[in-house]
């Protein structure tokens, strides 16, 4: 497993319940053990819960695995189906799963500038809790879940916020344009200033960030700059080893790579998705703990399995005491209805329809009814 975080510690449970009994190595850059991330936008940055609370291990549990930490993969030997590690080691598999996930993206020039962060890391997340406690001016660049999600957060925390977003409307690529400005009107509901439409220039401040300027003239003062401009697919190691990539690790329907022995899962991975016929990567929770089941059946069975359809993707995101619910593909439906509830009581459940078939749903503040549709759904989609 390269990759010690959801979806590596999924493949090596899963291989551990198929019955594998073999040596397991996990490698893990980071420091930690396989730790949650969804909390650090949310109960972790608002100092409700501690480190302690985010470990993705049970107490009880034990994979016999040997846990390689601290230690970066450099490149992967597909002739040896070896992985080389930055400390010099090569390890050997008959077979490898790449769980390397996602790395938040930059603002060019930002390097050294105190009082700017992205989220992406249990360190960023202590780093970033550590001047949100400072208060005053939080200025969130980019209006996507995350940005979203810490605005809110930082709003609870009594901080000042402004949300920056290039885009006319937050959200319109995963929700689409109506949903996604339901949505990103929460903000609005609170006080926290959203200004769509512009992109940002560039920061100020000699040590430390003093305001964000945009591409218009203006200058909105800071003291704190969060970063939520996406992920990337942390794929580097693999360039040259002759694995597919393409917006991360391209893969079949079972997370098969082009390189026999070598699966990829979660964030890292642009599964083939047979519903629609083209590539998809997910950056969600859910597929990273439920999709490598099916990659590390694949490489169990040297590759002699039928992919089967894996479930549609499934998200959730919680911004000022809301729980949003989305399942499914928002891109291609060609009509969204509210089926239940309404959306300026900000408590409804959305369908998402292509040609009359339902291709998926949005819920706000509906989680058994949304919870009920999404079973359906997924027994028909699959
Ligand atoms: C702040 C935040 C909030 C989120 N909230 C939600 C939410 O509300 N709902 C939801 O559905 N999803 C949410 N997500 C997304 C969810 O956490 C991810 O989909 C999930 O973590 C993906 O797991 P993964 O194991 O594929 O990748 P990751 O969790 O990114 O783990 C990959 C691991 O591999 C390591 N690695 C990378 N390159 C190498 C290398 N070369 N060698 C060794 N190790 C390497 C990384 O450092 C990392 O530890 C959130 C994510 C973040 C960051």
Not at 282 to 305: D, S
Request: proline share 5%; aromatic share 6%.
């Amino acid at each position: 497993m390269v990759g010690a975080s959801l979806a590596g510690l999924s493949a090596a449970r899963a291989l551990r319940e198929r019955g594998y009994d073999g040596r397991l190595v996990v490698i893990g850059d980071e420091p930690h053990r396989p730790y949650d991330r969804p909390p650090l936008s949310k109960e972790f940055l608002a100092g409700a819960i501690g480190e302690g609370d985010l470990a993705l291990e049970r107490d009880d549990e034990e994979l016999g695995a040997e846990w390689v930490l601290g230690v970066r993969a450099t490149g992967l030997d597909r002739t040896e189906r070896a992985v080389r590690l930055a400390d010099g080691r090569e390890i050997r598999a008959d077979g490898v799963v790449v769980a390397t996930g996602a790395a938040a993206r930059t603002l060019p020039g930002t390097d050294g500038l105190a009082g700017v962060h992205v989220l992406r890391t249990v360190d960023d997340a202590r780093a970033l809790r550590d001047d949100l406690a400072r208060g005053g001016r939080l200025v969130v660049i980019g209006g996507g879940f995350i940005g979203a999600e810490v605005a809110s957060t930082a709003y609870a925390l009594g901080l000042d916020v402004t949300v920056i977003e290039a885009a006319p409307t937050p959200l319109a690529a995963p929700l689409g344009e109506v949903m996604g400005g339901v949505v990103s009107a929460l903000h609005a509901d609170h006080g926290v200033r959203l200004l769509c439409g512009v992109g940002v220039k560039g920061l100020s401040g000699e040590r430390r960030v003093d305001a964000v300027l945009l591409e218009d003239g203006r200058s909105v003062p800071a003291d704190t700059v969060v970063v939520g401009v996406g992920a990337r697919p942390c794929v580097d190691w693999l360039e040259g080893s002759g694995v597919a990539l393409d917006n991360g690790v391209k893969c079949g329907a079972d997370g098969r790579t082009s390189v026999a022995g070598v699966v990829a899962v979660g964030d890292c991975a642009n599964w083939y998705d047979p519903r629609t016929g083209i590539h998809r990567r997910v950056e969600h929770w859910t597929g990273a703990l439920e999709r490598p089941a099916a990659a590390v059946a694949t490489l169990l069975a040297h590759g002699a399995t039928e992919p089967g359809v894996p479930r549609p993707p499934y998200f959730w995101s919680d911004q000022y005491g809301v729980k949003i619910q989305f399942v499914g593909h928002a891109a291609g439906a060609d009509s969204v209805t509210v089926e239940e509830g309404s959306t300026d009581d900000r408590s409804f459940l959305a369908v998402y329809r292509r040609a009359g078939r339902p291709v998926a749903a949005l819920g706000m503040n509906q989680p058994r009814l949304f919870t009920r549709w999404r079973k359906q759904f997924t027994a028909t989609a699959s």
